[in-house]
Each structure stands twice: as C-alpha cells, then as structure tokens.
C-alpha cells in the first residue's frame, strides 16, 4: 500500500481570515490568480512536512508514498511553466521547474532509506487546462523523467484523461508510453481504463464500459511495451468485482460509473454514506414509493 502525499497549492480556495494559498507564483493558470508565491523559507518547511508525513506512513505500516505532481496541485504548478514564473532556482526551463518537485523525493529518499517505495505521479493535463503540457517535447520529458529518477523515485505514475492518447503528433506513444520509452524505472498508467468517458467529464453524468474491445487497445499498448502496470479507478469503485469479471470475460455484466452529480438528480435514493448516518433521510427508490402507494 502506498499512501498518496498531496498539497493543493493555488487549487486550495482561499478562507477568509486564514493564510494565503501558496503556489511557485500565486497562479492556478494562465490568467487565474489564487494566493501568492512561496518563499525559500516556506518551501522549506512544505519539504519538512512532506518529510514527516513520509515517516508518518511509514509508521502506519504503507510500503511507500506517492508524491502528487499532477492534476494541477502545488507541485504540478512548479513544473507547468505557465504556473512557475520564478527567477530563482526552482523557476526556468524544465529542469529548474522540476528542481523543487525531485527536491521533495529526494528529501523523502534520505529520510526513510532504500527500501521505502516513492512513486511519483505526474500529468500534462491540469484540472483548470485540459491542453496544457509540463512537458512539451520528448526532450523536456526526458529532463523531467531523469530529474526525478535521480532523486530516488522508484516507479512513474503518469497521469492521462484517455490512455490511448497519443502524447504529441507524429507518434501513436501515449504519454506514458514515452515515459516509459525514456525512464529506467517501471511506468504506470491510467485514464479512461474500461470506460467510455474521462473522470473530469464524468463528473456530470455516466460513464459506460467499453467492454473488450477498450480492454483489446489497452492489451495491444502492454504488450508493445508502453507501460508496465495498469491504474484502474473509477471501474474499481463503481464495481469491486471488476477485475475478477474481466478476467472472466464477464463483460456484459460489467456497471457504469455514475457521478454523484447523476445520482443525485436521477437516483437520489443510491447515496449510501450520505444516509447511513440519517437512513430516514433517505428517499425512496421507486419500487419503495410504488408498494407505498405514492407512485
Ligand atoms: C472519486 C475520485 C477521487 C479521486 N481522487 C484522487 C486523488 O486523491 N489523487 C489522485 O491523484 N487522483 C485522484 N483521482 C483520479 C484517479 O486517480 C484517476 O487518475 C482517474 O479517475 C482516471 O482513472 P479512471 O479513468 O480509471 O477513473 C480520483 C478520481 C475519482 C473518481
């Protein structure tokens, strides 16, 4: 089990009263301003706390961490230069935007030893910019991808909205296809794994499986060598039994995933958490209301 480590940055909506949100240059993208710039002094001690929360999920018995860069939160912002307008070291090209981020894995490396695992996750997409790229050649990706290698991350967790999208033109590789092309350690991917809509935009409604044939073009990148290991979210909370269906081939019986927003205009009945605690609450499900005789 790895336990995901994780700062909002500019993303964190700012509370009245409360501390400004830090970010590399107060910005959450190109023209959306949240917070301010970080100091040195104060990215020191975000490093403590990443370092104390590493040891911390040490202690709670996780194999390791993940250190989130993607998505558009504080570390990512230092590597999309659109966000990280710095002048001093951890600001510049890409190997100085990706000074800070490696600084962290590097910190953590010292703190818990060899055989502690650091996966690094990292993303072209942000939630504010679905177009945007950290990386915008296979060169800079090579520069990011060796940074963090350097700094003693064990494993690449690439982040994409769709697997099978190819990273730039002239190439089918996916994003975590070059990565896995240029990184000498195991690559990871995810996105869109099973079903036909992306998580961001599923936010609003249903997303259908794909069945074998999504499940063909995922088969046909692995064994080209894209990627070593397979995310899966969404499917897995919407089906526990995911992976045992489809290693049986049982793909008819295989659940969409439907958002919370869905669910609460269309099946406000099918929310357990919210009703576990208040199940009085609870509307009823349409069989419910019919035997009750208000249907
Ligand atoms: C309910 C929910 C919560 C998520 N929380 C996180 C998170 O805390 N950290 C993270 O890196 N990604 C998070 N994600 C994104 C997933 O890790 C994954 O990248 C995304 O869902 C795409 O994979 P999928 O298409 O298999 O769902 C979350 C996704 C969902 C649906």
Not at 16 to 25: A, C, F, I, R, T
Not at 132 to 137: I, K, S, W
Not at 226 to 235: P, S, T
């Amino acid at each position: 089990m790895l336990i995901q480590l994780w700062h909002e940055g500019a993303v964190r909506k700012q509370v009245p009263d409360d501390h400004e949100s830090l970010s590399p240059s107060g910005f959450l993208s190109a023209d959306v301003h949240n917070g301010r710039a970080a100091t040195l002094g104060e990215l020191d001690d975000i490093t403590d706390a990443y370092v104390r929360a590493a040891l911390l999920s040490r202690d709670l018995g996780a194999s390791g961490v993940e250190i989130h860069c993607a998505h558009g939160y504080l570390l990512d912002l230092f590597l999309w230069a659109v966000t990280n307008r710095r002048t001093d070291k951890f600001g510049g090209d890409v190997s100085g935007r990706v000074a800070f981020p490696a600084s962290i894995v590097r910190a953590i490396r010292r703190a818990t030893g060899p055989d502690f695992v650091i996966s690094v996750r990292f993303s072209q997409w942000k939630e504010s910019d679905f177009n945007a790229q950290v990386a915008t050649t296979p060169d800079e990706l090579g520069i990011l991808v060796a940074a963090f290698e350097r700094a003693g991350a064990d494993l690449l967790h690439v982040s994409a909205r769709r697997f099978f999208e190819p990273a730039w033109e002239g190439s089918d590789l996916s994003i975590a296809g070059w990565t896995r092309s240029l990184a000498r350690i195991p690559v990871i991917t995810v996105g869109s794994v099973g079903l036909d809509r992306d998580v961001i935009t599923n936010l609003a409604g249903v997303a259908r499986a794909t069945g074998l044939a999504g499940l063909a073009e995922l088969g046909r990148r692995f064994l080209e060598g894209e990627f070593d290991l397979v995310a899966v979210g969404r499917c897995n909370l919407s089906d526990p039994e995911w992976v045992n269906k489809v290693r049986d081939g049982r793909f008819a019986e295989l659940r969409p995933f439907v958002s919370m927003e869905e669910i609460r205009h269309e099946h406000p009945w099918e929310q357990p958490a919210l009703y576990l605690a208040q199940p009085e609450m609870r509307p009823a499900t349409p069989d419910e209301a019919h035997w009750a005789g208000d249907a």
